[in-house]
T-cell receptor, first 113, second 108 residues
């Protein structure tokens, strides 16, 4: 079993839809959780960074962490064609500089206009 | 704009050759880490350097090596290239959760 599991999709939705992206993990030591967006042939771009369980909202994006279930989610409201990208979840045991991030495989999202 | 730059943007090498990739950041960071992202996969941690010393390594063979310089720039060196080394190589500087744009390496 991989440490971080993420359904690769692809996921196709119409513009304006609510998108739900999810990851599960097996290592209960993970404390820090991130979501990255990656456009084709580009480096990952940090979207959300959370520490504790619960919800964190930033504009159209909401990150949710459930440590008891080892499950994290990213919700995108009012999805736009510009949201079409690969979304990667990542997590780490510590926050300190250089701590290795463990990534999921990424979910490819396509939003059609 | 993350302030992390990588060079070259892309390059093509032949199996068995050696390659050096570079990373620098606008502001100095004690720590730099490198990741390999194969096509269709998430990034995989290669190693990290803190104050010019390697202090963490993922599941990569010794032919993957690195350097960190006093100006906090860094190099990733890969010897005896294999076809499976074809990937996007990403650099992450300091305690930021940000990555550089990556170097795309193709091994033929």
């Amino acid at each position: 079993q991989k440490e971080v599991e993420q359904d690769p999709g692809p996921l196709s939705v119409p513009e304006g839809a609510i998108v739900s992206l999810n990851c599960t993990y097996s290592n209960s030591a993970f404390q820090y959780f991130m979501w990255y967006r990656q456009y084709s042939r580009k480096g990952p771009e940090l979207l959300m960074y959370t520490y504790s369980s619960g919800n964190k909202e930033d504009g159209r994006f909401t990150a949710q962490v459930d440590k008891s279930s080892k499950y994290i989610s990213l919700f995108i409201r009012d999805s736009q064609p510009s949201d079409s990208a690969t979304y990667l979840c990542a997590m780490s045991v510590e926050e300190q500089a250089g701590t290795a991030l463990i990534f999921g495989k990424g979910t490819t999202l396509s939003v059609s206009s | 704009e993350t302030g992390v730059t990588q060079s070259p943007t892309h390059l093509i090498k032949t199996r068995g050759q050696q390659v050096t990739l570079r990373c620098s950041s606008q502001s100095g960071h004690n720590t730099v880490s490198w990741y390999q992202q194969a096509l269709g996969q998430g990034p995989q941690f290669i190693f990290q350097y803190y104050r010019e010393e390697e202090n963490g390594r993922g599941n990569f063979p010794p032919r993957f090596s690195g350097l960190q310089f006093p100006n906090y720039s860094s190099e990733l060196n890969v010897n005896a290239l294999e076809l499976d080394d074809s990937a996007l190589y990403l650099c992450r500087a300091g305690d930021e959760q940000y990555f550089g744009p990556g170097t795309r390496l193709t091994v033929t």
